[in-house]
């Protein structure tokens, strides 16, 4: 079995929709596919248009151990098996604190199907938090979508940091494969941002590139894989193309483990500044603030807040009187640095409605930006 991750650690860059479609292509190519998703906001099920109350098992079980991953298991599509998630997978790493092996839970799991499936792809969350690393721990190889943004390329660079931290010292290896997502080629910045990757990946990079197209996001929104939504846009062609890509990365021997001995990680630029400074990626500050996040609810609401600086799992904020309205609030410290998030109310994702700064979550909706 291949065992595949679809990492970074910025939201909206791709990575759901494409391990919904990568999944759904190779299954096309008669391929049985395993999909599970590491993600507590839980979208590989919306996007496949699964319901809640049809998903009795979810992946938190399966890393508590509390049952084989064999009992959460569900068909999807024809060769196309899955283990989804909700919500009450970002209570994960608080339990499992101080667990020993807690980022081996997902690679024991699947070795009892190993012999079952041909693919595994896994959906990890946008964070390096310990669902991202039992997603990398249960995975050979990656596939990295990267988005025509500064959010995106910024991840990448603290993913690949990650990932040659945990090759050191985990001894875990993986073969890496950069995937340009969401690009619109007719503009100059689109096809500055697919050569310099190609520059600086030549061995690493997929020659398909998932061009942008609303078809997408209204398959997501639809609940459904591209090919059963909308087989005359550019995605139609992209997905297989991409499943193609990895059928024969095997065939010719390109599944050898990165090398990073040659890579400056920091040193990501396109010829010219003015294009996109998005292109660099800064070396991080370390000086911190506190910035405090608020927003108005009522008394008996649940409210929680979710973002990149907690690695997306919901933290409870705490309800105050202000101007004669209900005022939740929390603070966190945080260094300088651009940062996404949602509040979560009464167990439903919403951007911050007093923040008009946001980005496509490609989803269907919305993630609030803060700058610190």
């Known amino acids: 079995m291949r065992r595949i991750a679809i990492v970074n650690q910025k939201g909206g860059c791709g990575k759901t929709t494409t391990a919904i479609n990568l999944a759904m292509s190779l299954a096309l190519q008669k391929r049985r596919v395993l999909l599970i998703d590491l993600d507590p906001q839980g979208h590989i099920a919306a996007g496949l248009g699964v319901r809640a109350e049809d998903s009795e098992k979810s992946i938190y079980e399966v890393l508590l151990g509390e049952i084989p991953i064999s009992e959460a298991i569900q068909p999807l599509r024809k060769d196309l098996d899955g283990v989804l998630s909700d919500i009450v997978l970002s209570g994960f790493e608080q339990v499992m604190a101080g667990v020993q092996g807690r980022e081996y839970r997902l690679a024991e799991s699947v070795e009892v199907v190993a012999g079952t499936y041909d693919f595994l792809i896994v959906d990890s969350p946008p964070s390096l938090g310990l669902l991202t690393f039992n997603g990398l721990l249960a995975a050979d190889e990656l596939v990295i979508p990267v988005d025509a943004s500064v959010f995106s390329l910024n991840g990448l660079g603290r993913l690949m940091e990650t990932i040659q931290m945990i090759q050191k010292t985990k001894g875990h290896q993986f073969s890496l494969m950069l995937l340009a997502a969401n690009i619109d080629r007719r503009t100059r910045f689109g096809r500055k941002l697919v050569a310099t990757l190609e ?105 929680w807040i979710a973002g990149e600086f907690n690695s997306w799992s919901p933290e409870a904020l705490t309800c105050s009187k202000s101007n004669g309205k209900q005022r939740w609030c929390k603070s966190f410290s945080l260094k300088p640095g651009v940062y996404e998030y949602k509040y979560v109310i009464n167990g439903k994702w919403m951007p911050d409605a007093a923040n008009k700064c946001g980005v496509d979550d490609r989803r269907g909706g919305k993630n609030s930006v803060i700058h610190v």
């Open 199 to 303: 520059s600086r990946f030549p061995k690493h990079f997929f020659k398909t590139v998932i061009n942008t197209c609303t078809a997408i996001r209204e398959s997501s929104s639809l609940g459904k894989p591209i090919h059963e939504h909308n087989r005359r846009c550019s995605a139609f062609h992209d997905y297989p193309g991409l499943a193609e890509e990895v059928l024969k990365e095997k065939k010719e021997g390109k599944l050898a483990p990165f090398n990073f001995r040659d890579l400056a990680l920091k040193e990501f630029s396109v010829e010219s500044p003015s294009d996109l400074a998005a292109c660099r990626i800064p070396a991080e500050s370390s000086a911190a603030r506190l910035v405090e996040f608020a927003v108005d609810a009522p008394e008996e609401a649940a409210v």
